[in-house]
């Protein structure tokens, strides 16, 4: 297991949270509609037949920011529901398999790996989330990286929240996208 690494400067900083995307090319058409729209506006799973096998990977972050003693707590490890970083990486991983049954037109996907790292920021008492998703197969895995994130994210909130119901999840955000038509894209 991976232990979480401690910095004293954020992974992400809340300007980075809010800096315009641009719409990644795979959801959109050639003619400029939304890619999980037929031509009649009704929804449906696109068709990725066609589309090549090749190598994709997906890196998406986020944070969760709590009170000073409750990221102690965090870092000290001595939640009274035990490892809160360690079953949280279990749950995002968990939740990235399960990314096609959870969010309606994603395709199922055979994942060849998954990755789940925290990193603790002392000075904002917060903690950091990146998931990584890959596959080889016809379509990306940009929603199961972000699945990862949230549902992670989330795990932290819900072992925590007998202690800090204020905390915040923020800046669920894709960093990095690599593999298919639309090559390499880098926040």
Not at 29 to 51: I, P, R, W
Not at 114 to 131: M, P
Request: with cysteine.
């Amino acid at each position: 297991m991976t232990e979480p690494t401690v910095h004293s400067e954020p992974a992400m900083t809340p300007e980075s949270s809010h800096t315009p995307v641009d719409q990644p090319q795979s959801a959109v058409t050639s003619n400029g509609e939304l890619s999980h729209f037929n031509s009649q506006g009704q929804a449906h799973m696109v068709d990725v037949a066609a589309k090549a096998h090749t190598h994709r990977s997906a890196l998406a972050g986020g944070y969760i920011q709590m009170q000073p003693a409750t990221f102690e707590r965090v870092r000290a490890g001595d939640s009274k529901k035990g490892d809160v970083l360690g079953i949280a990486r279990i749950a995002g991983i968990m939740a990235c398999k399960q990314t096609g049954n959870l969010i309606p037109l994603c395709h199922p996907l055979s994942l060849t790996h998954v990755s789940v790292e925290f990193d603790l920021d002392a000075e904002q008492f917060r903690v950091s989330c990146t998931a990584r998703a890959e596959t080889t197969g016809p379509t990306g895995v940009e929603m199961e990286a972000l699945t990862s994130v949230s549902i992670a994210l989330l795990t932290v909130y819900d072992m925590l929240k007998a202690i800090d119901r204020g905390m915040t999840i923020s800046a669920v955000q894709l960093i990095e996208k690599k593999g298919g038509k639309s090559g390499h894209w880098q926040r």
